[in-house]
């Protein structure tokens, strides 16, 4: 998610911490090959070390439960699929599990560089096998299939259990190859092709890079949102954080042997595309209408930038692993033009909705909200009508007023925050005055951030409509108009990021004159809402929850093992407006219900998601010709489950709805949106005491 508020550490507290370990030498022996730490990455480990263990919100003590952890960790990110290591490999580094407490207190980089050093082995000795495998002619009409998610399997107890797999794996490629007519020749020709240039690739690994990778399984085993980066990657991130660049508008991340989009920037040319979503996986990429696609399967994430990056106006070609996808789906390309992303033209839109209402119809004011932008430079140079979301906001609800809007509706989905000026003063356009968040430094020092304009904008009825990629800014404004009362709260749990980040710059504190020691990303604070609430994994439930693709233990802040944990602090004082007390959510719960049970496009879209959580269990491919046809084609006619959650994730209009006639309704297949203006209508009606419950079946 997106850092909220920029704070720093003193500089006066940091000068007078001692550099240990700066003299140490590494006395293990390396053999010719092998990676080693730099002087540097050892001084850089330290202050690192130095600066967590003393200034990080979370006071976690360096010992071996963290050790455990960091190992764990550390394996997972090198051979998240257990497709490497053998266990027998395992059992040898676990002398390294109880040992990195030890070492990271005296920067002695030891277990992290011998431990890769073992996997390097590894991978070069897996792809000998895979070229001497596709020498080999596969036999597709054996009956046999394998399991491809590893992930919680045991580690293979030998060399030739592992080769198995690896001959069912590029057995499978080939077979869909085939089935999708390209000739065997062709196939085993350029799977040799790919594997030798991944191959290449991985060569091509730095100390710095293996650095990295140690660094992030020891900041994340503390926080999900600490992460170390070396300066290519500090450089992609300033990138991201600035949006000011051409591409395609997307967050990435290493993710297993996978490149993972994290998140997409509002308004930018993937997000437009409705085709790319979070956690789907990139595996290829390819230059033009007609370039030729590179596998990027085991790169490093900056590397993979530099291929989907590009200049504004030219094309590119993804091919996706979807996060809808279920085993053995076949990838999907993805076709954008890349564009110069700016963080000014992601802004606040509004439409006038249009809802039936018994025999009138009445009108809804929408105001989706992709981020929440502030022009920072701006405000600080007092310039008049500066950019920012409450300013736009402020101007479409005069303008609704005119109108004679009935009531309002703001759309946060997908929305992973952005400024907290914004979020307090957008809450403070519906409220006259009060506390909107408090914030808790690692001292225990807690503040609060307060609406001071008592001017109330608009006070007539609201819905909030939120979803599992709302986070951070967006969870402040939704949870503050939850707790006054002032308005519904419609969608998915939100993501439930309660944390603060900064960014230290490690050059301040490294000396170093040839090299760039890399920046530090690291959570100093903690939100909570006003009654006293951590939004902190919970995030902000809604009052009416609609069905939901994903789990919070699957996508969100739950989902992260080392996320800090919710708790509570003392409510503030303040004053809740009644706009919606418990009688009018609990009247609109009858009917709300009801539809739930009996509404055609609610039950078919909860069918539809439940069969694709089944059957994203599954975990077995068929390796025999006609068996893995079948399949195929099976995924093939029914895509309404995939559908489903794609729709359910893109949310807004996608780019083909907006060419639709203005006759014509654009978000007819936004069930959430369709069924959020429903549940405004049964409010504005008045009680709905007479609306007799459905009874299960």
Known sequence: MKKILPIFIPLSLLVVWFMHGSDLQNQVNYQEGDLQPSALQRKVESKVFEILSNYHYRKVPVNDSLSSKIFDSYIKQLDPNKVFFIADDISELEKYRFAIDESLNLGDLTPAFQIFNVYQKRMKARYAFIHSQLDKSADFTVDESYQPNREKATWAKSVSELDDFWRKDLKRQLLDWKIGGKADTTSVRELKERYKRTEKYMAKTKSEDVFQIFMNAYTESIDPHTTYMIPKAAEEFNKDMSQSFEGIGATLRLDGDYVGIVDLVPGGPAYRSKLVNPKD?????????????????????????????????????????????????????????????????????????????????????????????????????????????????????????????????????????????????????????????????????????????????????????????????????????????????????????????????????????????????????????????????????????????????????????????????????????????????????????????????????????????????????????????????????????????????????????????????????????????????????????????????
């Open 281 to 697: 996986r990139i595996v290829g990429v390819a230059q033009g209408d007609d370039g030729k696609f590179v596998d990027i399967i085991g790169w490093f994430t900056d590397d993979a930038v530099k291929l989907i990056r590009g200049p504004k106006g030219t094309v590119v070609r993804l091919k996706i692993l979807p996060a809808s996808g279920v085993t053995g789906s076949p990838t999907t390309e993805v076709r954008i033009v890349r564009e110069k992303i700016k963080l000014e033209e992601q802004t606040a839109k509004k439409e006038i909705l249009f809802q039936k209402q018994g025999d009138k119809t009445i009108k809804i004011g929408l105001i989706t909200i992709p981020m929440f932008y502030r022009d920072f430079e701006g405000a600080r140079n007092n310039e008049a009508g500066f950019k920012s979301t409450s300013a736009d906001v402020r101007k479409f609800l005069v303008e609704f007023k005119k109108e004679g809007i009935d009531a309002l509706l703001i759309d946060l989905r997908n929305n992973g925050g952005g400024s907290l000026i914004e979020a307090v003063d957008l809450t403070g356009l519906f409220i006259t005055s009060g506390p909107v968040v408090q914030r808790k430094e690692s001292t225990g020092q807690i503040t609060q951030e307060n609406d001071e304009n008592p001017e109330l904008v608009y006070d007539g009825p609201m819905a909030v409509l939120i979803n599992r990629f709302s986070a951070s800014a967006s969870e402040i404004f939704a949870g503050a108009i939850q707790d006054y009362q002032r308005g519904i709260i419609v969608g998915e749990q939100s993501y439930g990021k309660g944390t603060v980040q900064s960014v230290l710059d490690l050059s301040r504190f490294v000396r170093s004159e040839k090299e760039n020691p890399g920046v530090l990303k690291i959570t100093l604070e903690k939100f909570y809402r006003i009654t006293g609430s951590s939004t902190q994994h919970k995030g902000v439930s809604p009052d009416f929850a609609l069905p939901s693709a994903f789990s919070a233990e699957e996508f969100g802040e739950s989902s992260q093992p080392s996320a800090l944990p919710w708790d509570m602090i003392r409510s503030t004082t303040f004053t809740k407006t009644g706009k919606v007390n418990p009688a009018t959510v609990k009247s609109l719960q009858v009917a709300f219900q009801n539809r739930l049970k009996t509404k055609p496009e609610l039950l078919k879209l909860k069918e539809d998601l439940e069969r694709w959580k089944k059957l994203k269990e599954t975990n077995s491919i068929a390796l025999q010709y006609d068996k893995r046809k079948k399949e195929l084609d099976d995924q093939k006619k029914k895509p309404d489950e995939a559908a489903a959650v794609m729709e359910v994730m893109a949310g807004a209009e996608t780019e083909d709805t907006k060419l639709v006639s203005k006759e014509k309704d654009k978000h007819a297949k936004d069930t959430y949106l369709k069924e959020t203006q429903q549940i405004i209508a049964d409010w504005l009606k008045g009680p709905l005491a007479s609306v007799k419950p459905v009874a299960k079946k």
